[in-house]
């Protein structure tokens, strides 16, 4: 399982933990700078193996899990909190045109918190890698205006659900590009702001395997 919404969101809840800023933070972990924590603010990348050793390192505490995908809870001595979520076997992005008039088929039991409001199938080639037949999505839905660069999201995009991963375009903040995991067979697609009328973020993601 996969999430890559909060990566800054994960190093700010660190910060708050540790009593420090950024700076003092970096210094800390033996960074000599804070520019890798300042990419990773801006969505250019996400927390890297190498760093979550180094804040693991520095408090042991911190569940690795938690620090590189946001699943479970951020103190290892944290009590666990398991959550429900509701389950539509109904292909996403077919479903989320009206997954108001819908019932969930089952639900997802986990021992850990997501924050999902619903789990949805979906078979989508353009974003299933070469051992995946499908992903089942936990999506959490958001406002249109809080989508950030370098995540994940299900758009509703006039009469399309699009399932893509969001980068900003240079000099026109109006602007999006949703990028596929196969691009060679799915070139970017360009949209503005105004054309999202509703937006899911991909909390995480379960890859189904091909049997």
């Known amino acids: 399982m996969t999430n890559r919404h909060n ?3 994960r190093i700010l809840r660190i910060l708050a933990h540790v ?3 950024t700076n003092l933070f970096a210094a800390h972990l033996g960074l000599g700078r804070a ?3 300042y990419h990773i603010r801006k969505g250019n990348y996400g927390i890297s193996h190498d760093l979550a050793d180094r804040i693991i390192s520095s408090d042991p505490n911190i569940d690795r899990t938690w620090l590189l995908s946001g699943v ?3 103190l290892k001595s944290d009590p666990v909190q398991q959550e429900t979520v509701p389950f539509y076997r109904d292909e996403a992005e077919v479903a989320l ?3 108001e008039s819908k019932s969930p ?3 997802y039991t986990l021992p850990y918190a997501t924050g999902a409001d619903a789990v949805l199938r979906s078979h989508s080639p353009a974003m299933n890698d070469t051992l995946s037949v499908a992903h089942d999505l936990f999506l959490k839905r958001i406002a249109p205006e809080d989508i950030v660069q370098g995540n994940e999201y299900t758009l509703l995009v006039g009469d399309e659900v699009i399932w893509r991963r969001v980068r900003y375009v240079a000099r026109d903040k109006n602007k999006l590009r949703l990028v596929a995991h196969n691009r060679e067979d ?3 697609i360009f949209i503005d702001r105004t054309d999202i009328k509703r937006a899911w973020r991909v909390i995480a993601r379960l890859a189904i395997l091909e049997s």
Do not use: A, I, R, Y
């Open 35 to 37: 520019e890798n924590l």
């Open 19 to 21: 009593g420090m800023n």
């Open 72 to 74: 479970g809870n951020m």
């Open 97 to 99: 045109l009206d997954l």
């Open 186 to 188: 799915f070139p970017d």
């Open 7 to 9: 990566n800054w969101e």
């Open 105 to 107: 088929h089952t639900q």
